[in-house]
């Protein structure tokens, strides 16, 4: 079945440090890739997407972009900020809009 | 605010008891998903309605049901409680089961004593 895989965390990082999470996937077709940010406290927020290949999503200086010859998904950001602190999800839906596949997260803590 | 309210926002319960959760979905959206976020099993997928019929259905208990009204709201019930059933449980909606991304509800923190 699908899935996806993201790097394990913790990751802890200064201010102002490059960001890169990783996330690889296992699918049949053209699925569309997610990512989404869970502040503490908080649900789960649609950060940003791609619906097909070489695609680039991006939001609030955050970007990734959809490698299909990699099937990859890698979140990247090049100046974190201690509000970026956050558990960070890669996800997946199949292209019939039928199956929705979180990955473990991955926990960001920012240090000033 | 992102459109999806859940009720309560907390709960504490005891063991065996029965519990409902609540969820009202964005304007619009037709379809609701639960999910249930563990400290060790991550984000699992429950079940998902559309329009007031079942969909899919994941990793969701026997002890567990749930149901989507005509005014599209849906309710999750967890009966018989576990310590393990412990969890922030969160209801997302979507305008329909294709792939836009699903919008959540900031959950609903459920403690069994």
């Known amino acids: 079945g699908d899935s996806v895989t993201q790097m394990e965390g913790p990751v802890t990082l200064s201010e102002e440090a490059f960001l890169t999470i990783n996330c690889t996937y296992t699918?049949?077709?053209?699925?569309?890739l997610f990512w989404y940010v869970q502040y503490p406290g908080e649900g789960l927020q649609l950060l940003l997407k791609?619906?097909?290949?070489?695609d680039k999503g991006s939001n609030k200086g955050f970007e990734a972009t959809y490698r299909k010859e990699t099937t990859s998904f890698h979140l990247e950001k090049g100046s974190v900020q201690v509000s970026d602190s956050a558990v960070y999800f890669c996800?997946?839906?199949?292209?019939?809009?039928?199956?929705?596949?979180f990955g473990p997260g991955t926990r960001l803590s920012v240090l000033p | 605010d992102s459109g999806v309210t859940q009720t309560p926002k907390h709960l504490i319960t005891a063991t065996g008891q029965r519990v409902t959760l609540r969820c009202s979905p964005r304007?619009?959206?037709?379809?609701v998903y639960w999910y249930q976020q563990s400290l060790d099993q991550g984000l699992q997928f429950l079940i998902q309605y559309y329009n007031g019929e079942e969909r899919a259905k994941g990793n969701i208990l026997e002890r567990f049901s749930a149901q989507q009204f005509p005014d599209l709201h849906s309710e999750l019930n967890l009966s018989s409680l576990e310590l393990g059933d412990s969890a922030l449980y969160f209801c997302a909606s979507s305008v329909d089961a294709g792939p836009y991304g699903y919008t959540f509800g900031s959950g609903t923190r459920l403690t069994v004593v």
């Open positions: 996800a997946l839906i199949d292209n019939y809009g039928q199956n929705f596949v």
């Open positions: 304007s619009g959206d037709l379809s």
């Open positions: 791609a619906t097909k290949a070489d």
């Open positions: 699918a049949t077709g053209y699925p569309s």
